[in-house]
T-cell receptor, first 114, second 115 residues
Framework: AQSVTQLGSHVSVSEGALVLLRCNYSSSVPPYLFWYVQYPNQGLQLLLKYTSAATLVKGINGFEAEFKKSETSFHLTKPSAHMSDAAEYFCAVSYQGGSEKLVFGKGTKLTVNP | NAGVMQNPRHLVRRRGQEARLRCSPMKGHSHVYWYRQLPEEGLKFMVYLQKENIIDESGMPKERFSAEFPKEGPSILRIQQVVRGDSAAYFC?????????????FGPGTRLTVT
């Protein structure tokens, strides 16, 4: 069975500082990995995805993530936080042949301080 | 191209009533997924449908919940005899078949409150 663990339910950074949100996955088959962002009272927006091509994936709004098979990790980073990055971030995993459903982590709420 | 549409955005029901949540997928998408988000939790998969077929309902509660995606019209998630524990945000997502199957686009959600 697949699972996702997001370390840290709350992360706080200063504006301009590095953002690092951690995600570890468990999957017995090659995974497809995703990061989604959710702003208050809104739906989820896809930030970036890993689908077995390049291990370093660039997404929208300056975010990127690196797939590390040996560490079963897919951490999300952004070099310089902006106030508008304050939101909740979800890591998710799926795989082809697994009914294509997404399995989500519990989310990390990012606060950006001025 | 309109995104995934869900209505209503907010729904209030008394205990014992029925709730019907609607989802119109993106144009050209034939796969629909329903997820539930409880407070302080991530999203949990409920059901995956294609037109007129339920593909995977492993996340659906055994009783009171049902889903359909008819040949014409939106997908419907139906909750009968709602209880307070059903209060949550329900999100619908859609994806294309074939190339890009893995990329799910989410609607804005329906926030159900049971009083």
């Amino acid at each position: 069975a697949q699972s996702v663990t997001q370390l840290g339910s709350h992360v706080s950074v200063s504006e301009g500082a590095l953002v690092l949100l951690r995600c570890n996955y468990s999957s017995s088959v090659p995974p497809y990995l995703f990061w989604y962002v959710q702003y208050p009272n809104q739906g989820l927006q896809l930030l970036l995805k890993y689908t077995s091509a390049a291990t370093l994936v660039k997404g929208i709004n300056g975010f990127e993530a690196e797939f590390k098979k040996s560490e079963t990790s897919f951490h999300l980073t952004k070099p310089s936080a902006h106030m508008s990055d304050a939101a909740e971030y979800f890591c998710a995993v799926s795989y082809q042949g697994g009914s294509e459903k997404l399995v989500f982590g519990k989310g990390t709420k990012l606060t950006v301080n001025p | 191209n309109a995104g995934v549409m869900q209505n209503p955005r907010h729904l209030v029901r008394r205990r014992g009533q029925e709730a019907r949540l609607r989802c119109s997928p993106m144009k050209g998408h034939s796969h629909v997924y329903w997820y539930r988000q409880l407070p302080e939790e991530g999203l949990k998969f409920m059901v995956y449908l294609q037109k007129e077929n339920i593909i995977d309902e492993s996340g659906m509660p055994k009783e009171r919940f049902s889903a359909e995606f008819p040949k014409e019209g939106p997908s419907i998630l139906r909750i009968q005899q709602v209880v307070r524990g059903d209060s949550a945000a329900y999100f619908c997502a859609s994806s294309p078949s074939g190339t890009g199957w893995y990329e799910q686009y989410f609607g804005p959600g329906t926030r159900l409150t049971v009083t």
